[in-house]
């Protein structure tokens, strides 16, 4: 089984909201940096937000207070609750994961990350 595996994307129009859920296997999330990413076609891997394992959380300056990380450590869950999703928020959305403490020094750096999952599709019409 995959290590993470991401659910809650779909296509929704602008303005909406989508819960986007990554639950993690073969490992406890307590101790683990967790972080959402996304990727346009065409464009890189970029950081959405972050949380450490003492739960500092970071989020891309492009949130601007839309969106909210959370973790359940007893359900080895991490979340995303996305609101007033804009067309430019259409991407493929990923988890990952890392127990190193390298993402609590770089929490949008790709090698902080150990562990990633599939992806979910977010889009978002005008």
């Known amino acids: 089984q995959a290590p993470l595996v991401e659910s809650g994307g779909g296509s929704v129009q602008a303005g909406g909201s989508l819960k986007l859920s990554c639950v993690a296997s073969?490992?406890?999330?307590?101790?683990?940096?967790m972080a959402w990413f996304r990727q346009a076609p065409g464009e890189e891997r970029e950081g959405v937000a972050a949380?450490?394992?003492?739960?500092?959380?970071t989020y891309g300056d492009f949130v601007k207070g839309r969106f909210t990380i959370s973790r359940d450590n007893d359900k080895n869950t991490l979340y995303l609750q996305m609101t007033s999703l804009k067309v430019e928020d259409t991407a493929m959305y990923y988890c990952?994961?890392?127990?190193?403490?390298?993402?609590?020094?770089?929490?949008?750096?790709?090698?902080?990350?150990?562990?990633w999952g599939q992806g979910t599709q977010v889009t978002v019409s005008s």
């Open positions: 073969g490992f406890g999330l307590s101790g683990y940096s």
């Open positions: 949380i450490d394992e003492h739960d500092k959380i």
């Open positions: 990952a994961a890392d127990g190193r403490g390298i993402a609590t020094v770089i929490p949008f750096g790709l090698p902080s990350y150990y562990y």
